[in-house]
């Protein structure tokens, strides 16, 4: 076995930070001299930045992505006795956020080319006791909102985003976040735009929501009256250093999204076809999150890109309806999601990979001949 000369990162956010480090370095010590440590004004700057990036009226940045969807949830009154349709392919926290708040998940299956929300299936799982869907927008492409959105105002029911892994994505033209009745970010350090640490937001054209949401996240208190708490809320509050941070990062997003935009195509041109990218739909633009493909022999490939000292990720390998905690909540098969969740394999993506690590990635995963097709 040959060995190769560098190891190709799954994710390379050393790069971007050496790069930024000066205007990354100039931002925290704005907020280290000014000691707006928790909300204040660097928060309020960041807020304003991100719902004119998300075109939205309003944004409430809180403490991560969990507590935003958790949050939006808790504002529009969604409880003990609601439904909540999810899908089974995503990140656990889409489902812990509607736990979390009381109200009862229903998992719909996802679509056989695209991993995401099924419209028909989404449609199938409405009852009277549907409250809300969320919307979630994996890998960096957005779910169908124009049809998700038609289905919710048809029932009378609150569509909400998952945006957390598609900052700056569109469906139809429509930006995440921009979609739905709110949506939730997350600023997880290895998100399209991250922190350096734990960080969300809650994004809304609607403002009495937001409003609510900005109490529920600092203790329930009254934005005028500082002694008054008209809600029971919690602390889910941004730090100035996080926000400060995310305003220099926000100004490189659309180029950052942009260098994985062309990764995705050079591996679309280079993988193998027995390795096959997970599909885009027509309508969307995705930002690559992730690069997701499919492979029939995972633990076979897997073990060749580790000889390779190639990075490489699942995302995710066991549905949400099948885990232990939601087991429960879970009413039927979803086999779409279930078989999808033994092929997917998550390769190296970062804004600054180069064709030639792609091409050695994909080099690599040519020469493994399928045993079975
Ligand atoms: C990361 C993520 C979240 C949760 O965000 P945190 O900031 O880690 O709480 C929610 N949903 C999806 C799809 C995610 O990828």
Request: proline share 7%.
């Amino acid at each position: 076995m040959s060995v190769d000369p560098q190891p190709v990162p799954f994710l390379d956010l050393g790069t971007l930070h050496r790069e930024r480090r000066t205007e990354l370095d100039a931002a925290m010590g704005a907020v280290v001299e000014s000691g707006q440590f928790v909300s204040g004004p660097f928060v309020d700057q960041f807020e304003r930045e991100f719902a004119e990036y998300c075109e939205v009226a309003q944004c409430v940045g809180v403490a991560n992505g969990t507590d935003a969807l958790e949050l939006i949830l808790v504002g529009l009154g969604i409880g003990p006795g609601d439904e909540v349709i999810v899908p089974a392919n995503t990140f656990v926290a889409t489902v812990e956020a509607v736990v979390t708040c009381g109200a009862t998940p229903r998992f719909v299956d996802v679509s056989p080319t695209t991993l995401l929300m099924d419209l028909e299936d989404v449609s199938s799982a409405i009852s009277p006791a549907t409250a809300a869907v969320i919307a979630v927008h994996l890998y960096g492409q957005m779910a169908d909102v124009s049809g998700l959105a038609a289905l919710a105002d048809r029932h009378g029911l609150a569509l909400i985003e998952d945006a957390a892994q598609a900052h700056g994505a569109r469906f139809d033209g429509r930006r995440a976040g921009s979609a739905g009745r709110a949506a939730a970010f997350s600023f997880y350090p290895g998100k399209n735009l991250g922190a350096f640490g734990d960080g969300g937001a809650v994004v809304t054209d609607d403002e009495a929501l937001a409003r609510t949401i900005r109490c529920l996240a600092n203790h329930g208190r009254d934005e005028d009256d500082r002694f008054r708490h008209p809600l029971s809320g919690r602390n889910s509050r941004l730090d100035g250093l996080q926000a400060a941070v995310l305003s220099v990062k926000l100004r490189y997003l659309d180029a950052d999204n942009a260098g994985r935009v062309a990764a995705m195509a050079w591996y679309r041109d280079l993988l193998p076809s027995h390795i096959p990218p997970v599909a885009t739909a027509p309508k969307a633009a995705p930002v690559h999150h992730l690069a997701i493909v499919r492979t029939l022999e995972r633990p076979g490939v897997t073990r060749v890109l580790d000889e390779h000292r190639i990075g490489w990720g699942l995302h995710y390998p066991v549905p949400c309806h099948v885990q232990p905690a939601f087991s429960t909540f879970a009413d039927r098969p979803l086999p779409v999601a279930e078989r999808a969740a033994d092929e997917i394999l998550s390769l190296p993506m970062s804004p600054r990979i180069t064709p030639d690590q792609i091409a050695r990635v994909c080099d690599v995963l040519a020469a493994r001949v399928p045993a079975v097709i």
